[in-house]
């Protein structure tokens, strides 16, 4: 079974950059689509940036220009890069990765990480 730890989040000024990890461990079978998702207090989880494994990208629009999503599949770990952060991003982050399983895809969530923009 596939185990996901996220790191990187924080406190941070609005404009200023955090940049998030999240590496896979344990049994891992072929890995397709790594993602990441945000939970803002009060609100639903939302998608936020998905990197295939061939390389495709999809931001949602409130990050698009500002974030960007990267993947090391030597280490099995996918980065956001964000930049340009605004309060309205707090929110605690969470890694999605899709593996191909024998019996079909399975999709695993890290535990999450809080990024907090302070005004």
């Known amino acids: 079974q596939m185990q996901l730890v996220e790191s990187g989040g924080g406190l941070v000024q609005a404009g200023g950059s955090l940049r998030l990890s999240c590496a896979a461990s344990?049994?891992?079978?072929?890995?397709?689509?790594m993602a990441w998702y945000r939970q803002a207090p009060g609100k639903q989880r939302e998608l936020v940036a998905t990197?295939?494994?061939?390389?495709?990208?999809y931001y949602a629009n409130s990050v698009k220009g500002r974030f960007t999503i990267s993947r090391d599949n030597a280490e099995n770990t996918v980065y956001l890069q964000m930049n340009s952060l605004k309060p309205e991003d707090t929110a605690v982050y969470y890694c999605?990765?899709?593996?191909?399983?024998?019996?079909?895809?399975?999709?695993?969530w890290g535990r999450g990480t809080q990024v907090t923009v302070s005004s």
């Open positions: 990197t295939s494994s061939g390389g495709t990208t």
């Open positions: 344990g049994i891992i079978f072929s890995i397709n689509t």
């Open positions: 999605n990765v899709e593996e191909r399983l024998p019996a079909g895809p399975f999709r695993s």
